[in-house]
């Protein structure tokens, strides 16, 4: 295991996009060095905006697509069931800042350069 240093702004996008797909940030970073393995390789390409205007999807975006109907039917069964939870997830989804607040890098610890 190690560290990297990288910019406040890029940590940010990183923490974002892992609390969006609700995954790690190491998670997300493997998933990026994949897609760019696989773009170097020849393997993948970048999807064109010419097939994205049909209607006729791939499996991955069909599943993706059902997974996403079933996160959203499950949201909305919590939503009910617990609605002071509800709203306070709510908050934070639409407020990440207030996250940021809390992180670890901006507590002042006394091992901090």
Not at 20 to 48: C, H, M, N, R, V
Request: glycine residues 2%; hydrophobic residues 35%.
């Amino acid at each position: 295991m190690t560290t990297v240093t990288i910019s406040d702004e890029l940590r940010k996008k990183l923490k974002r996009l892992a609390a969006k797909y609700d995954t790690s940030q190491a998670d997300i970073i493997e998933k990026a060095l994949e897609i760019l393995e696989k773009l170097e390789k020849g393997q993948e390409t970048f999807p064109d905006a010419k097939n994205k205007s049909k209607n006729i999807l791939p499996i991955d975006d069909v599943r993706q697509q059902q997974v996403q109907k079933m996160l959203a039917e499950t949201r909305a069964e919590f939503e009910q069931k617990y609605p002071d939870l509800a709203r306070s997830h709510k908050h934070l989804r639409q407020n990440l800042h207030l996250l940021e607040d809390a992180t670890i890098g901006h507590w002042e610890l006394p091992f901090e350069e």
